[in-house]
């Protein structure tokens, strides 16, 4: 039996077993993470939490809708027994009516069709399966790639297994971020919690690099669980745009975990820039779904969609399955 329950409803700790046991766990979706990105979150789950799919939700002009929150790239239904195609879909139908829109992106083993009242659109993670040895990854890095780790090896470059949070989240703030304006200070805010709390269990590393006069350049989060290392934020000064800081601190990391049964989980991205640094590394796309729930009145759409998109962090467009 599926049953939709509010927060307050929730068994968080059979929560937490069905994430840690479930075929497709990932630290997304433990509770303590959903609480600090959406602490409102409500779930559908089913029987005793055989399998269950977290609703982040949130409430705009008395308009209730469901949205994927910055900081997780993938939810969608997680389950410790077969997770087929209609189970997806029986999840998807349990969505409360009320939820007028929704902007969800599921995890890789989730499948889905179209459908009336739904939009689905392919996003694209690279993964890099670190099980080699160091010098076979190595062989599959690209020409680019390899010059630039030549570059920061003559610059000077090193790296440290460690990181203060504050250092990269600045350095992405300052550089990037300030080009995106997407994210708010409480936006910052939460991720710095979320880097710490999972640093305390012992579930997020960082990484730093530094140039030749002891000087920061460039940071990495990676968070770890299930067999899985994601490469979850990071942030560089405008030095190393062009010392291949970041190309030096990623095969840091993989030089570090070579050899081991963990699959290094780039995030993936729409720019064609950064889909190039994390091939170039190796990594091979995947495919993961991207659904657009609309129920709403024919004059709200335009609105709710254009928030939604400017406000509340999707991983972009896509591409969409007719």
């Known amino acids: 039996m599926i049953r939709y329950l509010k927060h307050k409803e929730i068994d968080l700790n059979k929560w937490d077993d069905c994430i840690s046991q479930a075929i497709n766990g990932i630290f997304y979706a433990y509770a303590w993470y959903l609480d600090m990105v959406s602490p409102s979150w409500d779930a559908i789950v089913e029987n005793d939490y055989e399998s269950v799919m977290p609703l982040p939700r949130r409430t705009k002009w008395g308009v209730e809708y469901v949205y994927q929150p910055y900081f997780v790239q993938q939810l969608g239904v997680f389950s410790t027994v077969s997770l087929s195609p209609a189970v997806v879909e029986r999840f998807m139908a349990a969505i409360p009516r009320r939820f007028v829109y929704g902007d969800i992106c599921l995890n890789t083993f989730n499948a889905l069709k179209p459908a009336a009242g739904r939009k689905l659109y392919q996003l694209k993670t690279f993964e890099l399966d670190l099980i080699q040895d160091y010098p076979g990854l190595q ?67 960082t990484y730093a690099a530094y140039t030749a006069e002891n000087t920061f350049c460039a940071g990495a989060v990676f968070f770890f669980s299930h067999n899985k290392a994601v490469f979850l934020f990071s942030g560089m000064t405008e030095a190393a745009r062009s010392n291949g800081a970041m190309f030096m601190l990623i095969d840091y990391f993989i030089r570090e975990h070579a050899g081991k049964e963990l699959v290094l989980d780039f995030e993936g991205s729409s720019d064609p820039g950064l889909a190039r640094f994390y091939g ?38 896509g591409t969409k399955i007719q």
């Not at 709403?296 to 969609?305: G, N, S, T």
């Not at 939604?308 to 991983?315: C, E, M, N, P, Q």
């Open 139 to 205: 062989k599959n890095y690209s020409a680019n790639t390899g010059r630039n780790l030549r570059k920061a090896q003559k610059s000077g470059i090193f790296v440290a297994p460690h990181g203060q949070p504050e250092d990269i989240i600045e350095a992405f703030r300052q550089n990037r971020g300030s080009s995106l304006g997407s994210f708010s200070a409480k936006d910052y805010l939460v991720l710095k919690h979320l880097i710490y709390s999972g640093m305390h269990k012992g579930m997020a590393k």
């Open 280 to 317: 170039g590394f190796g990594a091979k796309e995947c495919v993961f779904l991207r659904v657009i729930i609309n129920r709403m009145p024919l004059i709200f759409k335009p609105v709710l969609l254009l928030y939604t998109l400017f406000k509340h962090g999707t991983t972009g467009g």
